[in-house]
């Protein structure tokens, strides 16, 4: 099982969430623990430099990369979809 680390940015836009969604959000990271790589991944080509992956939640789209060396998930960022690839 792979540990969590969440980048300032999205800890910060969680914390403003409603309840509601910070759940549904937990709940996705939670399963990324056990699978980093659901059938719902899709590699953001944006990033040249490192391998980042985005999953949906609802409205919302949470953008992590894997280190398998550390087996670490590391979240960039989370964000609605019309903004969060900006």
């Known amino acids: 099982m792979f540990s969590l680390k969440f980048s300032n940015n999205a800890a910060k836009f969680i914390k403003k969430l409603e309840q509601k969604f910070k759940d549904r959000i ?12 659901p059938r ?5 080509e944006k990033y040249k430099d490192y391998k980042v992956f985005r999953v949906r939640v609802g409205q919302f789209r949470i953008l992590y990369s894997v280190d398998f060396n550390e087996k670490l998930i590391i979240i960039i960022d989370v964000g ?7």
């Open 80 to 86: 609605k979809r019309s903004n969060i690839y900006d």
């Open 26 to 37: 937990e709940k996705k990271t939670n399963e990324l623990q056990k699978v980093p790589f």
């Open 40 to 44: 719902d991944s899709v590699r953001v």
